[in-house]
Antibody, heavy 121, light 109 residues
Framework: QVQLVQSGAEVKKPGASVKVSCKAS????????MHWVRQAPGQGLEWMGI????????SYAQKFQGRVTMTRDTSTNTVYMELSSLRSEDTAIYYC??????????????WGQGTLVTVSS | EIVMTQSPATLSVSPGERATLSCRAS??????LAWYQQKPGQAPRLLIY???TRATGIPARFSGSGSGTEFTLTVSSLQSEDFAVYYC???????????FGQGTKVEIK
């Protein structure tokens, strides 16, 4: 069965960076794009971007361009999301979510458990 | 950038009644529209894709309709487990996009 297991909660100071991991299992890692979505406390869902684990190509939401970097390690079936220049507004749960279609960007079918990132001085 | 707007923000419904949720896109998105359900402390769950196709395992009481800029999610007879927050999402293959609406909370009346 498809599983996405994310790294644990993080506490960071303003201006720092955070790197969240998402380890995939139960399917062919390079066949499906992986999305990143975040949710601030009590707020809605915000799509951050996507990575193609096959070639490593990425596409980021305009809001995050210049601050987010998504990478992957095919030897461990893991994708990473790094967000830099953190500010208090970046406090949120960060989710990885696997696309539902092979080689395309469509819907988010399988979700990780979420990683809480808290930005506080 | 396409903006997705959901209404109402909160919907109060009695168990067994019908709930109708709306989602509007700022420009046409064809049928590239999905609906998700999220319960407190849980990750979202895909309900509907392609505007009207139920995802695997989703009960028939959930239905989606619409195309272009106006979309609707209907829950025909609300069960206790359906009280949650619902999000619509526009998705696009190229350039990749995944914009969410702000959500509609369905609460017990």
């Amino acid at each position: 069965q498809v599983q996405l297991v994310q790294s644990g909660a993080e506490v960071k100071k303003p201006g720092a960076s955070v790197k969240v991991s998402c380890k995939a299992s139960g399917y062919t890692f390079t066949s499906y794009f992986m999305h990143w979505v975040r949710q601030a406390p009590g707020q809605g869902l915000e799509w951050m971007g996507i990575i193609n684990p096959s070639g490593g190509s990425t596409s980021y939401a305009q809001k995050f361009q210049g601050r987010v970097t998504m990478t992957r390690d095919t030897s461990t079936n893991t994708v990473y999301m790094e967000l830099s220049s953190l500010r208090s507004e970046d406090t949120a749960i960060y989710y990885c979510a696997r696309d539902g279609s092979v080689g395309m960007t469509t819907t988010l079918v399988y979700w990780g458990q979420g990683t809480l990132v808290t930005v506080s001085s | 950038e396409i903006v997705m707007t959901q209404s109402p923000a909160t919907l109060s419904v009695s168990p067994g009644e019908r709930a109708t949720l709306s989602c509007r896109a700022s420009q046409t998105v064809s049928s590239n529209l999905a609906w998700y359900q999220q319960k407190p402390g849980q990750a979202p769950r895909l309900l509907i894709y392609g505007a009207s196709t139920r995802a695997t395992g989703i009960p028939a009481r959930f239905s989606g309709s619409g195309s272009g800029t106006e979309f609707t999610l209907t829950v025909s007879s609300l069960q206790s487990e359906d009280f949650a927050v619902y999000y619509c999402q526009h998705y696009n293959n190229w350039p990749p996009e995944g914009t969410f609406g702000q959500g509609t909370k369905v609460e017990i009346k």
